[in-house]
């Protein structure tokens, strides 16, 4: 089978790019593993369809026309939302469908709908809908622990339509001495797995005439391991670090992570993601049948 894709990244959180309206393609975990693998396949932190919601199932109850962002983890699972890939899916709709997305446009996740908007410049804002952090009474409501790690740290939980753990580090070495080849362990075990993403708090600046917190971050992702760069992970950051500064604490965040920057706006229970998005290039691949 003869397959168009397109590549693309956002803060080097990479993805294969599927245009499939109207959901030709078998899309299974197998094919997914083959785009994402970067020695036989073409390679990728995961695999995003561009659908309309009439032709798949998680779809339902949308308007059949919405464009569904059908994303697929690299190991061949789905997951609700993802940040970085929904700037790239805007990006992609642009190219391939002629999208105007200076007004912004809903579309739809299996976390439910969310918006994109072109910045101009090859950026993006994405409308993040609603945000639950978990019970901060103490601060925690969870623990992880990790390959470089010691002792097990204090987590808090955060759902972004997909689930997450904030650890708090307190300083750059400790975060570049982790190991994340493996999967940090969360207790309580998280019932459909996590992202963890590990951060240390560099301070707050104005920045045009508003106050910015800034933060260092790495994540494990649930179904791709460590990749360069998680978006709902950097929103669960912000909520994280927000939550622990208590009252004051900047509502915009600037969220350093190994393949660039985002910044985290928090808008009162909601949360807008900017952030670049490139395509890096088009072609066609034999997948196996
Ligand atoms: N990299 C993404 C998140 C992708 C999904 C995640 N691995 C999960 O399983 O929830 C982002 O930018 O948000």
């Not at 697929?72 to 391939?96: H, K, Y």
């Not at 299996?110 to 072109?118: E, Q």
């Not at 204090?154 to 750059?172: E, I, K, Q, T, Y």
């Not at 500064?245 to 900017?274: K, N, Q």
């Amino acid at each position: 089978m003869t397959l168009t894709f397109t590549k693309g990244h956002g803060t080097e959180n990479d993805f294969v790019l599927l245009f499939d309206p109207h959901g030709d393609l078998d899309l299974t975990p197998a094919l997914v593993r083959f785009l994402c693998d970067r020695r036989a396949g073409i390679g990728g932190d995961g695999v995003i369809r561009a659908i309309r919601a009439g032709a798949l199932d998680a779809g339902a109850g949308l308007d059949p026309a919405t464009w569904f962002m059908d994303y697929w983890n690299s190991d061949g699972t789905t997951s609700e939302m993802c940040g970085n890939g929904a700037r790239v899916f805007g990006a992609f709709l642009e190219a391939e469908a002629g999208e105007d997305l200076a007004r912004g446009l809903e579309f739809g996740t299996r976390g439910g709908p969310r918006t994109v908007t072109a910045l101009g410049g090859g950026r993006y804002a994405i409308g993040m809908g609603r945000y639950v952090v978990g019970d901060a009474t103490e601060g925690f409501d969870s623990e992880v622990a990790a390959r470089g790690l010691d002792p097990v740290r204090p987590a808090l939980s955060v759902d972004m339509g997909n689930p997450h753990h904030v650890v708090a580090l307190p300083d750059v070495d400790e975060l570049r001495g982790l190991d994340l080849t493996e999967a940090p362990q969360v207790h309580p075990v998280p019932p459909h797995g996590t992202n963890v993403e590990f951060a240390v708090a560099l301070g707050h600046a104005e920045v045009g005439g508003e106050a910015h917190g800034r933060v260092r971050m790495r994540v494990h992702e649930r179904g791709s391991g460590e990749t360069r760069s998680c978006g709902t992970g950097a929103c669960a950051v912000a909520l994280a670090m927000r939550t622990w500064a208590g009252p004051g604490a900047p509502d915009v965040w600037d969220i350093e992570v190994p393949g660039g920057e985002v910044t985290v706006r928090i808008e009162g229970g909601t949360t807008v993601l900017e952030g670049p998005a490139v395509l890096v290039a088009t072609g066609e691949v034999d997948a196996p049948a």
